[in-house]
């Protein structure tokens, strides 16, 4: 019966002392006198977004800042860092953190000027967004101008308009020419600017496949990709350097354009707002309009203890239109026998050596399942 009453006792005592660790940790995690390490800005007008750093600041308990004996707005606090705005009022002197009836206070004094202070950017509504639609971008902060003309605001150098603002928030559109960089605002009067923390993405666009890849002048052609504009007008699209028209319909993931007048085998480009994506090759129909020389010996291979050795035959210039650029993508045969070496010079020259069994015949150029074959048989001697 003893034993029991005393086990319940002990038992009593652990829940009490379980309540009561667990009220102080409710509470401010460590307890200490407030101490402030630093100041950042150390001066500035009234206003001014301030981070004090130190230790033993409330967070459950509220924290009493003062500059010089002037209260202060808290607007965060962690056991470490409190931010803050230079109270009106407030004149150069010490700086202090009270929590309860403990007081910390600053080293040196802060100085109060005259002027305007610096804005501060804590937030951006969005990430990354498209230049060619001027997607609209909230920047949220302190000590904008509420005159949207007094901001002037930058995406990686390059301004955008404002269209509306207050003291704490900014409104714009991502402007023409941006890309991937820093935000900026600096605002009339102040001699510092705000600077985001990350990089504000402003994403090219991409090919990533169109339809069909082979064509003629004049076809409609698909493209798929990402980051076009919705605008069709703001798309760039070109055939191997050769713009087309405006494409006909347009989507942030879909553009249908005509292939033009010039245009040529080759990439497939899109250009939204100065940044490029590249495709895959295009090909138009190719011909052959010659070759050189007309005559010439076919490879030969001859194996000797085991040893195989093959002499190449002739090089042979193919004068045509259209050619594809990918050496592999050109198949080219002498008669019935295809060559095992080609080479793209251009898109008007190919180089293929005679392969070994060619006989007299004519050549063929294949890309893309489309064959052309020459008006001359080549000779082989």
Aim: proline share 5%; glycine share 10%; net charge neutral.
């Amino acid at each position: 019966m003893k034993k029991s009453i005393f086990n319940s006792i002990i038992a009593l005592v652990i829940v009490t002392l379980l309540s009561f660790l667990q009220a102080c940790t409710s509470d401010d995690a460590t307890v200490g006198t407030p101490s402030i390490t630093s100041i950042t800005p150390a001066s500035g007008p009234v206003n001014t977004y301030v981070t004090i750093a130190g230790t033993f600041f409330g967070t459950a308990k509220p924290n009493v800042v003062k500059f010089n004996g002037v209260e202060a707005a808290v607007l965060s606090a962690t056991p470490t860092s409190i931010t803050t705005l230079v109270p009106s009022g407030a004149t150069s002197g010490k700086v202090t953190v009270t929590v309860e009836s403990s007081t910390g206070s600053s080293t040196s004094d802060y100085s109060v000027v005259t002027g305007t202070p610096a804005p501060v950017i804590l937030g951006i509504s969005a990430a990354s967004g498209s230049s060619a639609d001027g997607s609209e971008v909230t920047i949220t902060g302190y000590n904008f101008s509420p005159t949207a003309a007094n901001n002037v605001v930058k995406f990686n150098g390059v301004t955008a308009a404002v269209s509306k603002a207050s003291a704490t928030s900014l409104t714009v559109n991502v402007p023409t020419g941006a890309t991937k960089g820093k935000i900026t605002v600096n605002v009339s009067g102040a001699s510092q600017q705000a600077t985001s923390d990350s990089d504000f993405d402003v994403p090219a666009p991409t090919v990533d496949s169109f339809t069909p890849a082979f064509s003629v002048v004049g076809a409609t052609v698909i493209i798929t990709g990402t980051n076009f504009s919705k605008t069709a007008s703001n798309n760039i699209v070109k055939f191997n350097g050769v713009t087309a028209a405006t494409p006909l319909v347009g989507s942030t993931s879909s553009l249908t354009v005509t292939v033009p007048v010039g245009a040529t085998t080759g990439k497939i480009t899109v250009t939204v707002d100065g940044q490029t994506g590249t495709g895959g090759e295009f090909n138009l129909p190719h011909t052959i309009s010659d070759f050189t020389p007309l005559t010439g010996k076919a490879s030969t291979s001859a194996t000797v203890n085991g040893t195989t050795t093959i002499t190449p035959g002739a090089e042979v210039t193919i004068n045509g239109t259209n050619f594809s650029s990918t050496n592999t993508k050109n198949i080219v045969k002498f008669g019935n026998k295809e060559a095992k070496t080609v080479t793209a010079v251009s898109g008007t020259v190919l180089k293929a050596i005679v392969p070994e069994g060619a006989t007299t015949g004519k050549i063929s150029v294949t890309i893309n399942g489309q064959t052309v074959t020459s008006a001359l048989e080549f000779i082989v001697n």
